[in-house]
């Protein structure tokens, strides 16, 4: 129920919801990824001021963030399938282990504290800041990528990194391909695609995980998925996300890690903070 909420309030929040989902779909087409790590923090807030219980707003974010990312990384993948940028056979090897990863993520959704994915948020989302903000081009494991062994195990530790995030995995597979010597406008082309799948698994999963705890979940939620933040967010990230790709190729690289870098370890303090 929306608790002592008034409209002003109502209005920002949905202001607010507009700009992430803005922010979002550039995000999928400058880097590959969904955006989760914007969507999720503003859904928290927006899920706080509406009175959802402790208990169930950070999956309910999760969940609703894995949905929102659907169409965006259909559209990211699609704008950056159309260069040519996609590095052959690494989603074919990635996509059945990384989904495998999303439906334990899910699993564990259904039954594990709120405090889990907090902890799982702050820690993946640090190690993606970190990358970004000191590592640059100097981390690398090799100029090629490994076996097939090796790479199954990369595609479930996205998967279910992504899944316990909220996020279709995009920032990790970046992080793994450009660890192996592979240029960033391919590894996002390859990580928008490997999205896809994760996203559309990862929202059936949470949504059958939410369904035991329908009773605590604000009205029009389907399991641990608002159908609220689904309709209003998805239509605009969708919208943008290829005119993201089309940044991608014209704005500083360097500047763009540094702002979301930024960003990340904000929103990292933030659920830190919420965890005391």
């Keep these: ?88 056979g690494v989603i074919r090897l990635w996509a059945i282990p990384a989904v495998i990863g999303v439906g334990c ?48 195990c990369y595609g479930f530790g996205i998967g279910l990194g992504g899944s316990l995030m909220g996020i279709s995995g995009g920032s990790l597979s970046n992080i793994v391909l450009t660890l192996y010597g592979k240029p960033l406008h391919n590894a996002v082309a390859t990580s928008a695609g490997l999205g896809v799948p ?25 399991g641990f998925v608002s159908l609220i933040g689904l309709v209003v967010m998805a239509p605009v990230s969708s919208l943008v996300a290829p005119y993201g790709a089309l940044l991608a190729h014209r704005l500083s690289r360097r500047t763009l890690e540094l702002i979301f870098s930024g960003f990340l370890l904000l929103v990292s303090l933030r659920f830190l903070v919420s965890l005391f």
């Excluded at 087409?29 to 859904?43: A, M, R």
């Excluded at 994760?198 to 389907?222: C, K, N, R």
């Design 1 to 88: 129920m929306l608790l002592g909420v008034g409209l002003n309030e109502i209005l920002w929040l949905a202001v607010a919801v507009v700009v992430a989902g803005v922010i979002t779909g550039l995000l999928a087409g400058l880097f590959g990824i969904g955006g989760g790590s914007v969507i999720v923090p503003v859904l928290y807030e927006a899920f706080r001021v509406l009175g959802v219980p402790e208990e169930v707003r950070m999956q309910l974010c999760l969940g609703t963030s894995i949905a929102i990312i659907v169409p965006t990384s259909i559209r990211s993948y699609l704008a950056h399938r159309a260069k040519g940028l996609v590095i052959p």
């Design 105 to 152: 993520g899910a699993a564990i959704a259904a039954f594990a504290p709120a405090a889990v994915f907090k902890i799982a948020f702050v820690a993946l989302a640090g190690l993606i800041a970190a990358k970004f903000l000191f590592a640059g081009d100097r981390w690398n494991l090799g100029s090629d990528l490994p076996g097939p062994v090796p790479m199954a």
């Design 198 to 222: 994760i996203t559309i698994v990862g929202t059936i999963g949470y949504i059958l995980a939410g369904l035991p705890h329908q009773a605590l979940l604000p009205p029009l939620s389907l």
